[in-house]
């Protein structure tokens, strides 16, 4: 059973950081595409969001037009985790953040690494991110 741990959401005023972390379960860590995902508060129909995206060799990174120059996508194959660096927060980046996790070293288009989410396996409960103006 696989499974993806999220920490580190909290509460920060805008221009403030956080460091959110997603621990993998299992042995097979380096063979996964990670991804970030947010939904905002208020609206949970509304489709989740791409934040940011890493493949398995550690050299392809992916952001969203909204979070570049702030976030850093990174992993730590030897400790099983992801990470994702948050910069310069602004309110709008309020949400619950969830790390998902796409296993096999399998090479899929940019677009469904950057997408809605759907090509990944597996998904962690979130955390909640809060940024205050």
């Known amino acids: 059973q696989v499974q993806l741990v999220e920490s580190g959401g909290g509460l920060v005023s805008a221009g403030g950081s956080l460091r959110l972390s997603c621990v993998v379960s299992?042995?097979?860590?380096?063979?996964?595409?990670m991804g970030w995902f947010r939904q905002a508060p208020g609206n949970p129909g509304k489709e989740r969001e791409f934040?940011?995206?890493?493949?398995?060799?550690?050299?392809?990174?992916y952001y969203a037009d909204s979070v570049k120059g702030r976030f850093t996508i990174s992993r730590d194959n030897a400790k099983n985790t992801a990470y994702l660096q948050m910069n310069s927060l602004k309110p709008e980046d309020t949400a619950v953040y969830y790390c998902?996790?796409?296993?096999?070293?399998?090479?899929?288009?940019?677009?469904?690494?950057?997408?809605?989410?759907?090509?990944?396996?597996?998904w962690g409960q979130g955390t909640q991110v809060t940024v205050s103006s």
């Open positions: 998902a996790g796409l296993p096999g070293r399998i090479w899929v288009p940019e677009s469904a690494v950057t997408g809605t989410g759907t090509m990944y396996d597996y």
């Open positions: 299992g042995r097979t860590f380096d063979s996964y595409t």
């Open positions: 934040v940011a995206a890493i493949r398995w060799n550690g050299e392809n990174t």
